[in-house]
């Protein structure tokens, strides 16, 4: 079942939050920083804690760490809107792009419990990128798929070239993330791009559906379009699942 919960269409709804935005995620960042050090601090008197004080001080590192990047989320949405969002080009291999996504996601891959395939048919996939933006989508794309896949199911993840209008036509590198999830309906392929829209699906693993901010995706439509490149969500083939995709210029 599809509860649709969608504000997008309340403009001044929009721009408030906008504002709210742009406000809060620096007002959030400095205390959160203040918080994040001194619970490291307290960590470097871990051994006289008992194995409860343990976990919890761990659990508060972790909080931190998600407020943390819902807050950066947050900025980045206000640095887009004010027409900031600035990238750092150069000649990236995205296989090393991935590899670096795929390091930071260990923990939460493992705790998935989903059988993780990585395809690369391509050694140096080289594109004009922003090495740090792009690994940024390459994290939201994949964290999706580990949040939206049933438990046991297949998580595929390709990097492939492309020749795009025949032999003369331009030669594009496509990152895309295949899940057996329950698929993005029809109606909302291309808005699920959008600001603040999510689908909230119901699903096994979690008994209060998933949760989010509908900012993800968002942001990765904003920084592939900044590379001049295109991303879009189809069903996955065999009808079971979604595949989402970027195409970025080649460099020779
Ligand atoms: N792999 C996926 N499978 C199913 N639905 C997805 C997938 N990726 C994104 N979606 C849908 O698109 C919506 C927007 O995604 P996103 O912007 O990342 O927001 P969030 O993950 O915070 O909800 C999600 O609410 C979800 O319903
Ligand atoms: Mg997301």
Known sequence: MIVLDDVTEFALLDELRSELVAVASHELKTPLTTLRMNLMLLGEAADAFTPRQREMLEAALL????????????????????????????????????????????TRIDDAEVRLEVRRDVPPAIVR?????????????????????????????????????????PVTLQFAVTDAGPGVPEPFRDRVFEKFFRVEHHLDRAQEGVRGTGIGLYLCREVVKAHGGLIWCEPAEGGVGTVVAFRLRAEA
Do not use: H, W
Request: hydrophobic share 40%.
């Open 129 to 169: 990128g922003d090495p740090t933006r792009l690994r940024n989508v390459m994290t939201n794309l994949l964290a999706n798929a580990l949040k939206y896949s049933p438990r046991g199911g297949r998580v595929l993840v390709e990097i492939v070239f492309r020749r795009d209008g025949g032999a003369d036509g």
């Open 63 to 106: 909080g931190c760490e998600e407020l943390g990047s819902t807050t950066d989320e947050l900025l980045d949405v206000a640095r887009i809107e004010a027409g900031q969002l600035r990238l750092d080009l150069a000649p990236v291999d995205l296989n090393n792009i991935l590899d670096s996504a795929l390091r930071s996601l260990r």
